[in-house]
C-alpha cells in the first residue's frame, strides 16, 4: 500500500514537472528578496523604482494592454521595458520574444505567467533609439559623473627642447615726427614766418629721421613711465654758399654739422606727455663767419579729465639765424649772422558732445631779434622788431566718421610791440581775425591729416599802414600710396611782419612735398621740394624761392644708422643783394644708442 502511494506521488511530481514550460525549467535561479532598507536600488520606496543612473526615480506606470504597444512585443516603457498585466506563455510568440529566452525584467510564478508591475532590479538597458533623441543631454545616460568646475586659463610654457616655439619679433619705437613736421604749423601765424627761407623749411631734412620699419626702429630707454629716444648724429660736408648771399659774395667751405635730438613720450593709460627737442650746430671752418647755431622744440601734454572732455597745453621754441642781406635786414657787412628767437605756448580745453566737438584755445607766442654787430665796429639794433602776440582760437567740428571730420575755425589775434614806434617812426602794431574752413581726413588709413582754406583780415594802428587781406591756407597731408612708397604734403600762408617804410606786412605762402620709397626695410630714399613766395604789401619787393632734397638712410642695424643728403635752394629777390643759390652736401652717421 505504502509503494503504491509512493509511486502515485511520484507519478503527480513527475506530471506536475512535465506540465511546466520550457522557461521556467531552463531559468537560472534568482533571487529576488527585497532589501528591508528604504532606497536601496531593490528597494527604491513607494511609488519609486530605479532609474538608468542607479539613483531612484517616480515609477513610470504602464499600460497592461498588449494592443496599445507601438510595435509588436515591446510595451511602451523607458528602453522597451515591459508594461504590467498577465500574460501567458501563448503570447510569447506574438510579444517576438523566441520561447525558453527569458526578459531580465520579466517576474515569472510558479505557473510561468509574467507578474504585472515594474520590476525592482537595477536597470541597466540602454535607451531606443527614438528615446534617446528626445531624451535629456547626454550626461543624464549611464553612471553619475564629475564635471570639472576650474578651468586653465593660461597656456602652460612649453620647453623649446620638446617642441619648437616661435616668439614674436621685437618692435621698436617709432622716432616721431615732430621735429621737422611741427615747423610749418609753429610758423603758420607767427609774424617771423617771412624771414624764412626754402632751406630754412626744409633745413630740418638735415637732420629728421625718416620713419623706419619697426623692425629697425630704436627700442628706446625706459625711464619711470617715460620712453626716451636719445639721438646723436654727426656728418661732414661741403656748402658751396654758407652765407646765403650774393653769388658776388659767396664762400664756400667744408661744413660739419653736429645735432643732438631727445625725444619722449608717455605710456599712461589716459592722458599723454609727449615731445622733441632739438639742438644742431652748423660749422664753416673756411667760413667763421657763416657758422651757426640751430635748435626746435615741442612739448604737448593732454590731460583727460572725463570722457567727453580734455584739456591740452603746448610749450614750443625756435631759434636759428637771420640772412644778413634780407630785405628786413641789409647788413652785408655783418661780422655774424644775428639769431631770432621764437618761443611760445597755447593752453585749450576741448569738449564733445556726442559727435559734435568744441575746441577754445588761447596762444601766446614771442618774437626776439638780436642785434646785428658790423665789421666797422657798429650796431644796427633790433630791438624795436621785439612783440607779442595774443590768439584765440575757436573750433567746432563735427565727427560725420572716422575718416572724415569737417570744423571750422575761427581765430582772432592781437600783435603788440616791445616799442610803441619802430626805427622809422611807424606804430606796427595790429589785430587779426580769420576765418578756416576744413577737415579732418582719414580715407581708408591712405591719406590722413588735416586741410583748411579761408580768408584773413589785418588792421593797423598806424593810418599809413592798409589793412591787408587775403586768403589762408593750411594742410598736413600723409598718403601712403603703398606699402613702400610714401607722400607728405605740408603747405602754410600768413601775414608776417616787416621793417620796410610804407609796407604794411608780408604775405608768405610756403608748401613742401616729399615722397619716400623703401628699397629694402633698411634701405630708404627721399625726393622731395619747397617753395617760398613772399609778397611785401604796398611795396614792389618780392622773393621767389625753391629748394630740392635728396636723402638716403642705410640702418645697419637698430641703433647705427649712415645717411647722405644733397639740398639745393635758390631765392630770387627784387631787392638788391637778396638773390642767392646755395648747394649743399653732407654724409655722416646717426646713432640711436
Not at 317 to 325: A, C, G, N, P
Amino acid at each position: 500500500m505504502r509503494a503504491v502511494s509512493g509511486q502515485a506521488a511520484g507519478a503527480a511530481i513527475v506530471l506536475a514537472l512535465a506540465g511546466l514550460p520550457q522557461t521556467a525549467q531552463a531559468q537560472a535561479p534568482r533571487f529576488d528578496a527585497i532589501s528591508p532598507v528604504t532606497g536601496a536600488p531593490d528597494n527604491p520606496g513607494s511609488g519609486l523604482e530605479a532609474g538608468p543612473n542607479g539613483l531612484t526615480q517616480l515609477r513610470k506606470r504602464l499600460s497592461d494592454d498588449p494592443a496599445s504597444d507601438r510595435r509588436p512585443g515591446a510595451a511602451r516603457g523607458l528602453g522597451g521595458e515591459s508594461g504590467g498585466g498577465v500574460r501567458s506563455s501563448s503570447n510569447a510568440s506574438q510579444t517576438g520574444f523566441e520561447t525558453g529566452i527569458p526578459r531580465l525584467d520579466d517576474r515569472l510564478t510558479i505557473t510561468g505567467q509574467r507578474t504585472s508591475g515594474t520590476s525592482t532590479a537595477v536597470f541597466n538597458r540602454g535607451l531606443s533609439p527614438t528615446l534617446r533623441f528626445r531624451a535629456a543631454p547626454s550626461r543624464r545616460n549611464g553612471s553619475a559623473v564629475k564635471r570639472t568646475t576650474q578651468e586653465s586659463v593660461q597656456a602652460t610654457t612649453q620647453s623649446s627642447a620638446l617642441t619648437p616655439v616661435v616668439q614674436e619679433a621685437v618692435v621698436g619705437v617709432p622716432l616721431p615726427y615732430t621735429s621737422g613736421g611741427s615747423r610749418l604749423p609753429l610758423l603758420a601765424t607767427n609774424p617771423a614766418l617771412g624771414l624764412l627761407t626754402p632751406g630754412f623749411i626744409l633745413g630740418t631734412d638735415l637732420s629728421r629721421p625718416i620713419p623706419t620699419d619697426p623692425a629697425y626702429a630704436p627700442l628706446g630707454i625706459k625711464v619711470g613711465t617715460f620712453t626716451v629716444l636719445p639721438t646723436f648724429a654727426q656728418t661732414i660736408g661741403y656748402d658751396s654758399n654758407p652765407d646765403q648771399t650774393t653769388r658776388q659774395l659767396a664762400k664756400g667751405s667744408v661744413a660739419l654739422r653736429t645735432e643732438a635730438t631727445v625725444d619722449f613720450r608717455s605710456d599712461w593709460s589716459s592722458s599723454s606727455l609727449d615731445g622733441s627737442l632739438r639742438g644742431a650746430y652748423f660749422e664753416t671752418p673756411q667760413n667763421e663767419m657763416a657758422s651757426r647755431p640751430a635748435a626746435d622744440g615741442v612739448v604737448n601734454l593732454r590731460i583727460d579729465a572725463n570722457r567727453d572732455l580734455q584739456f591740452n597745453a603746448q610749450g614750443r621754441f625756435l631759434v636759428d639765424t637771420q640772412r644778413t642781406t634780407t630785405p628786413n635786414l641789409q647788413a652785408a657787412s655783418a661780422v655774424s649772422r644775428p639769431l631770432v628767437a621764437l618761443y611760445g605756448a597755447t593752453l585749450g580745453a576741448t569738449q564733445n558732445f556726442n559727435r559734435l566737438s568744441v575746441t577754445l584755445s588761447g596762444l601766446v607766442d614771442r618774437s626776439e631779434f638780436e642785434d646785428v654787430r658790423l665789421t666797422n665796429g657798429g650796431t644796427i639794433r633790433q630791438s624795436d622788431r621785439n612783440l607779442n602776440q595774443y590768439t584765440l582760437r575757436l573750433r567746432t567740428a563735427y565727427e560725420i566718421s572716422p575718416d572724415l571730420k569737417p570744423f571750422v575755425d575761427v581765430i582772432g589775434d592781437t600783435r603788440v610791440y616791445d616799442q610803441r614806434f619802430d626805427a622809422s617812426g611807424v606804430q606796427r602794431d595790429s589785430n587779426g581775425v580769420g576765418v578756416l574752413v576744413g577737415a579732418q581726413l582719414g580715407l581708408a588709413r591712405r591719406v590722413t591729416g588735416e586741410v583748411s582754406a579761408g580768408y584773413q583780415h589785418r588792421s593797423y594802428m598806424d593810418a599809413t599802414l592798409r589793412d591787408i587781406d587775403a586768403p589762408l591756407v593750411n594742410a598736413t597731408l600723409v598718403w601712403a600710396a603703398s606699402p613702400l612708397t610714401t607722400v607728405r604734403f605740408n603747405a602754410a600762408t600768413g601775414v608776417t611782419e616787416t621793417t620796410i617804410p610804407g609796407s604794411s606786412g608780408v604775405l608768405t605762402e610756403v608748401a613742401t612735398l616729399e615722397v619716400q620709397h623703401d628699397l629694402l626695410r633698411n634701405l630708404s630714399f627721399v625726393l622731395g621740394g619747397s617753395i617760398l613766395h613772399n609778397e611785401y604789401r604796398n611795396s614792389p619787393i618780392r622773393d621767389n624761392g625753391f629748394s630740392l632734397t635728396a636723402r638716403m638712410d642705410y640702418r645697419l642695424n637698430r641703433w647705427l644708422t649712415l645717411r647722405g643728403t644733397y639740398i639745393y635752394q635758390q631765392v630770387d629777390s627784387t631787392s638788391s643783394f637778396a638773390s642767392f643759390r646755395d648747394n649743399t652736401f653732407l654724409v655722416g652717421m646717426r646713432v640711436n644708442p
